[in-house]
């Protein structure tokens, strides 16, 4: 497959609205800082993009070139978005490590993926200690590395990964393609009405398919404004939330519903305008939303696709669609799916069987692990058709339920 320009160009935004804020970080300076304390650090697109470069000529210094693996152990940090868009630039595979794996399950992903490089945060020394893998460099040695120049415009082929994730075990690790991954991030777009006035938090760790792909990437994917904190804490979410008139939260059930319960939420609430919700979600969860009439939409998604499924906005009322309980929607735009029953016979209409997906959105496959493994509970790729495992209802409507 030849080379084509990747759409996802970070560069190319900065061209177009260099001076927009890409992501404000509200991480605090000390550990000692109370909760509900937060500082704004602006980075624009333009100075995310220039660090981004900076990041690619300093890998290329250590050897990084297309086809290569670079691996991330780290908390959320700007420079975690920046080294996704320097690998890109460069045409290596960018595999983020979650820093919440045990000395024991990070050693996982590192059987498969045989990286070329890890880079780790100095604050996750022991968990990296544990890392069968010895080419190893801190985000601070990597800063004092001399450059070398590169080629500016991004560039890669899908004939090599784009980005690898693995499962909340460690495994498995899946991999996807440039174009799927610009693929998720359209759906945000035609789903939800993603734009670039939105003003997003993240309260997942980037190390995950919702938290990179379907939040962090999409929203830079617009042109929006990311809210980005070191860890998750409710107190300094909803205080960052204030400060920067926060448009859209997109969650798991557990940090909707802590946001909710934090006391300076009647003041987070105020701008938002919608809440997408990984479902199924129940009335407990978003009772205190709908109260103030903001919309809010179950969405489903798995780590070999990070959208699969998102309940619909009514156009005429802030309301969705889809109750709660256990729907989770109807398939987003380009991803096919379809329910099969014990002996893989596709069922017609309202049925109840076992859920397979395809489409462009979708990962290529896992790194090097065909086969199935019940203690990894992963799925199977087979003939275009990605096998989930995991059981569902579809109405007359259309609708999916989760069994």
Same mark, same amino acid.
């Given at each position: 497959?030849?080379?084509t !320009?990747?759409?996802?160009?970070?560069?190319?935004?900065?061209?177009?609205?260099? #001076?927009?804020?890409?992501?404000?970080? /509200?991480?605090?300076?000390?550990?000692?800082?109370?909760?509900?304390?937060?500082?704004?650090?602006?980075?624009?697109?333009?100075?995310?993009?220039?660090?981004?470069?900076?990041?690619?000529?300093?890998?290329?210094?250590?050897?990084?070139?297309?086809?290569?693996?670079?691996?991330?152990?780290?908390?959320?940090?700007?420079?975690?978005?920046?080294?996704?868009?320097?690998?890109?630039?460069?045409?290596?595979?960018?595999?983020?490590?979650?820093?919440?794996?045990?000395?024991?399950?990070?050693?996982?992903?590192?059987d498969?993926?045989?990286?070329?490089?890890?880079?780790?945060?100095?604050?996750?020394?022991?968990?990296?200690?544990?890392?069968?893998?010895?080419?190893?460099?801190?985000?601070?040695?990597?800063?004092?590395?001399?450059?070398?120049p590169?080629?500016?415009?991004?560039?890669?082929?899908?004939?090599?990964?784009?980005l690898?994730?693995?499962?909340?075990?460690?495994?498995?690790?899946?991999?996807?393609?440039?174009?799927?991954?610009?693929?998720?991030?359209?759906?945000?777009? !035609?789903?939800?009405?993603?734009?670039?006035?939105?003003v997003?938090?993240?309260?997942?760790?980037?190390?995950?398919?919702?938290?990179?792909?379907?939040?962090?990437?999409?929203?830079?994917?617009?042109?929006?404004?990311?809210?980005?904190?070191?860890?998750?804490?409710?107190?300094?979410?909803?205080?960052?939330?204030?400060?920067?008139?926060?448009?859209?939260?997109?969650?798991?059930?557990?940090?909707?519903?802590?946001?909710?319960?934090?006391?300076?939420?009647?003041?987070?609430?105020?701008?938002?305008?919608?809440?997408?919700?990984?479902?199924p979600?129940?009335?407990?969860?978003?009772?205190?939303?709908?109260?103030?009439?903001?919309?809010?939409?179950?969405?489903?998604g798995?780590l070999?696709?990070?959208?699969?499924? /998102?309940?619909?906005?009514?156009?005429?009322?802030?309301?969705?669609?889809?109750?709660?309980?256990?729907? !989770?929607?109807?398939?987003?735009?380009?991803?096919?799916?379809?329910?099969?029953?014990?002996?893989?016979?596709?069922?017609?209409?309202?049925?109840?069987?076992?859920?397979?997906?395809?489409?462009?959105?979708?990962?290529?496959?896992?790194? #090097?692990?065909?086969?199935?493994?019940?203690?990894?509970?992963?799925?199977r790729?087979?003939?275009?058709?990605?096998?989930?495992?995991?059981?569902?209802?579809?109405?007359?409507?259309?609708?999916?339920?989760?069994?």
């Open positions: 497959m030849g080379e !320009v990747v759409t996802l160009s970070l560069a190319r935004r900065a061209d177009h609205f260099p #001076d927009r804020t890409a992501v404000v970080d /509200s991480s605090e300076q000390r550990l000692s800082d109370p909760t509900e304390t937060i500082h704004e650090d602006r980075v624009s697109y333009q100075e995310l993009s220039t660090l981004a470069e900076r990041i690619a000529e300093r890998l290329a210094a250590r050897g990084i070139a297309a086809g290569d693996t670079v691996c991330l152990v780290t908390r959320n940090r700007v420079v975690a978005l920046a080294l996704w868009f320097a690998c890109r630039r460069l045409g290596a595979t960018f595999a983020p490590i979650s820093h919440l794996l045990t000395p024991a399950s990070v050693k996982r992903p590192f498969v993926l045989e990286p070329d490089l890890v880079v780790a945060e100095a604050a996750q020394r022991d968990l990296v200690r544990s890392i069968p893998f010895d080419r190893a460099v801190t985000l601070e040695a990597l800063a004092e590395t001399e450059g070398e590169i080629d500016r415009n991004e560039r890669s082929t899908d004939a090599t990964p784009a690898a994730l693995h499962g909340e075990s460690g495994r498995p690790v899946a991999s996807y393609s440039a174009t799927a991954i610009e693929r998720n991030c359209i759906t945000g777009v !035609v789903a939800w009405g993603l734009a670039a006035n939105d997003v938090p993240l309260p997942m760790p980037l190390s995950t398919a919702d938290g990179l792909v379907r939040v962090a990437l999409s929203v830079l994917y617009v042109g929006g404004t990311l809210l980005l904190d070191r860890a998750f804490d409710p107190g300094d979410a909803t205080t960052a939330m204030v400060a920067a008139d926060a448009t859209l939260l997109i969650g798991r059930k557990r940090a909707i519903r802590d946001i909710a319960a934090e006391s300076g939420f009647d003041n987070a609430v105020d701008s938002l305008e919608r809440i997408i919700c990984e479902g979600i129940g009335d407990e969860t978003t009772a205190a939303y709908r109260d103030r009439d903001v919309p809010v939409v179950p969405v489903y798995r070999e696709c990070p959208t699969v499924m /998102s309940g619909r906005f009514d156009s005429n009322r802030p309301r969705p669609n889809d109750s709660g309980g256990t729907g !989770v929607g109807r398939p987003v735009p380009g991803c096919r799916a379809r329910l099969v029953d014990d002996e893989g016979t596709a069922l017609e209409g309202a049925a109840d069987g076992k859920l397979q997906l395809s489409g462009p959105m979708l990962a290529d496959g896992y790194v #090097d692990s065909p086969d199935i493994d019940a203690a990894d509970d992963r799925g790729f087979v003939d275009g058709w990605f096998h989930t495992g995991d059981r569902f209802h579809r109405d007359e409507a259309g609708t999916y339920h989760l069994r």
